[in-house]
């Protein structure tokens, strides 16, 4: 059973940065590959961001490429997404997730994951 705590987010202006963290326990982090989605208001979860158990991939939805960035550090059993040139439509409730599939072409879907985080706001003022 993994366990996904999630930190960082808030209020920020557009133009600006925000890094989320989600650190994992109760599982081995090396062997799980990680994304992030979000739900905006009225709208469906959506894909954001993956990243393969080594690190060494990485995966982005359409709207955040060139501004978003997905990493993980191992040893301290954290991803994060790094989040800049933030748009008032990147306001949402973002999600971390964590999955033991390493197929590639299933890392966007969210009935890949197994385990969920909390949960934390971002909201993008114009």
């Known amino acids: 059973q993994v366990q996904l705590v999630q930190s960082g987010g808030g209020l920020v202006q557009a133009g600006g940065s925000l890094r989320l963290s989600c650190a994992a326990s109760?599982?081995?982090?090396?062997?799980?590959?990680m994304g992030w989605f979000r739900q905006g208001p009225g709208k469906e979860r959506e894909f954001v961001a993956a990243?393969?158990?080594?690190?060494?991939?990485?995966y982005f939805g359409d709207s955040v490429k060139g501004r978003f960035t997905i990493s993980r550090d191992n040893a301290k059993n954290t991803v994060y997404l790094q989040m800049n040139s933030l748009k008032p439509e990147d306001t949402a409730v973002y999600y971390c997730?964590?999955?033991?599939?390493?197929?590639?072409?299933?890392?966007?879907?969210?009935?890949?994951?197994?385990?969920w985080g909390q949960g934390t706001q971002v909201t993008v003022s114009s």
């Open positions: 997730a964590a999955t033991s599939s390493s197929i590639i072409g299933l890392y966007y879907s969210r009935a890949t994951y197994d385990y």
């Open positions: 109760g599982g081995t982090f090396s062997s799980i590959a």
């Open positions: 990243i393969s158990r080594t690190g060494i991939s990485t």
